[in-house]
T-cell receptor
């Protein structure tokens, strides 16, 4: 379970705060993803990066801002969030972009917006 | 738009018995991939099995197998000889092009 790591594991933030989630993969993969997992909704793909280039933004509000400085690191910058943004945020990576490749998931960051 | 439906929010199975989890999907693509992922309690999501749509043969991985019915857009997962460690959330997922869509999940409970 150490191929993809995420920090922090838990985060509580107010609606006016700015915070960042970090993801790191140690698998030599070229693609990385952010997902949102809410209690009552299916897993939602938020962003896709392939070779550090963003290839998908799945209609995510601008209060979520991704950053991919290199193929091993992925950040999700958060600002002025809403309580409905509380969820488990999962990072994943794969050998190539979306397709037949298996995705390897991190343990997630449990975010609570108060 | 692609959709994936898992009609069973919860399932239970007796240890050592067989259980089948249902999944249907809707897509306009002819070339795509289907996956089953497992998310144990408080643990990371892992791939269970994968099926290429162009392959007629059903994928098998040890105790896990799928029943892929392309015309019916159905992709069920069969777990044989269920073990306590199989207890988890199971997600069916469909990928075509650059979009991966997950179903709502099925919580599987295994009774000793």
């Amino acid at each position: 379970e150490t191929g993809v790591t995420q920090t922090p594991r838990h985060l509580v933030m107010g609606m006016t705060n700015k915070k960042s989630l970090k993801c790191e993969q140690h698998l030599g993969h070229n693609a990385m993803y952010w997902y949102k997992q809410s209690a009552k909704k299916p897993l939602e793909l938020m962003f896709v990066y392939n070779f550090k280039e963003q290839t998908e933004n799945n209609s995510v509000p601008s209060r979520f801002s991704p950053e991919c400085p290199n193929s091993s690191h992925l950040f999700l910058h958060l600002h002025t969030l809403q309580p409905e943004d509380s969820a488990l945020y999962l990072c994943a990576s794969s050998q190539g972009g979306l397709g037949a490749y298996e995705q390897y998931f991190g343990p997630g960051t449990r975010l609570t917006v108060t | 738009a692609q959709t994936v439906t898992q009609s069973q929010p919860e399932m239970s199975v007796q240890e050592a018995e067989t259980v089948t989890l249902s999944c249907t999907y809707d897509t306009s693509e002819s070339d795509y991939y289907l996956f089953w992922y497992k998310q144990p309690p408080s643990r990371q999501m892992i791939l269970v099995i994968r099926q290429e749509a162009y392959k007629q043969q059903n994928a098998t991985e040890n105790r896990f197998s799928v029943n892929f019915q392309k015309a019916a857009k159905s992709f069920s997962l069969k777990i044989s000889d269920s073990q306590l460690g199989d207890a988890a959330m199971y997600f069916c997922a469909h990928n075509a092009g650059n979009m991966l869509t997950f179903g709502g999940g099925t919580r599987l409970m295994v009774k000793p």
